[in-house]
């Protein structure tokens, strides 16, 4: 899979506008089987910016014990206890 970097606003010549949002939440609340973070709308590819690490973070299931991985690395996980 092909990857870009890029910094700066991005434009479109095709009409996108808008902006893009995500999630947040921190590595503690993605360890808590009971937070909201892990049992409310949790699926498959979620994705979230977790602000304790500054990186996103991807679901692996869609449980509320489904493990986290960090998607910058590809090999730190949090597995909600």
């Known amino acids: 899979m092909a ?17 893009v949002t995500s999630t947040t939440s921190t590595s503690a609340l993605l360890g808590d089987i009971a ?3 892990n049992t409310s709308g949790k699926a ?18 869609a449980t509320a014990g489904s493990t986290w991985i960090d998607a910058s690395d590809g090999s730190t996980t949090i597995t909600p206890a």
């Open 35 to 37: 937070d909201a973070v």
């Open 44 to 61: 498959l590819g979620t994705t979230l910016y977790n602000t304790t690490t500054k990186t996103f973070y991807v679901a692996q299931g």
């Open 3 to 19: 990857t870009t970097t890029f910094s700066g606003p991005v434009v479109s010549q095709n009409g996108f506008s808008g902006a």
